[in-house]
């Protein structure tokens, strides 16, 4: 099991950047496939991007692909999302979530931390 917690979030204007942090308290963590979710409010929960363990390949929704960029840094234990030239439409609470069996857009995470606000003003 893992435990994940999200940091980072915060207000920024549009065009300006945050790094989000997800912290996971796993020894297996090098094994998990990491993503990052969004939701903002009255709509549906969100893909934004995804980082398999394996070869660690990243997709990213088409909304935020070319702005955003998913890292992993394994000797912290901790996932990172940059996000770039921000908008206020990316406004919502930002989830970090992993899985050992799968990866992607498609895939039923079965860990998921807190969440993390970030707003975006214009």
């Known amino acids: 099991q893992v435990q994940l917690v999200e940091s980072g979030g915060g207000l920024v204007q549009a065009g300006g950047s945050l790094r989000l942090s997800c912290a996971a308290s796993a020894r297996t963590f090098l094994r998990y496939n990491m993503a990052w979710f969004r939701q903002a409010p009255g709509k549906e929960r969100e893909f934004v991007a995804s980082r398999s363990w394996d070869i660690g390949f990243a997709a990213y929704s088409d909304s935020v692909k070319d702005r955003f960029t998913i890292s992993k840094n394994s000797a912290e234990n901790t996932v990172y999302l940059q996000m770039n030239f921000l908008k206020p439409e990316d406004t919502a609470v930002y989830y970090c979530?992993?899985?050992?069996?799968?990866?992607?857009?498609?895939?039923?995470?079965?860990?998921w931390g807190q969440g993390t606000q970030v707003t975006v003003s214009s």
């Open positions: 979530a992993a899985d050992l069996r799968c990866s992607g857009k498609g895939c039923s995470y079965d860990y």
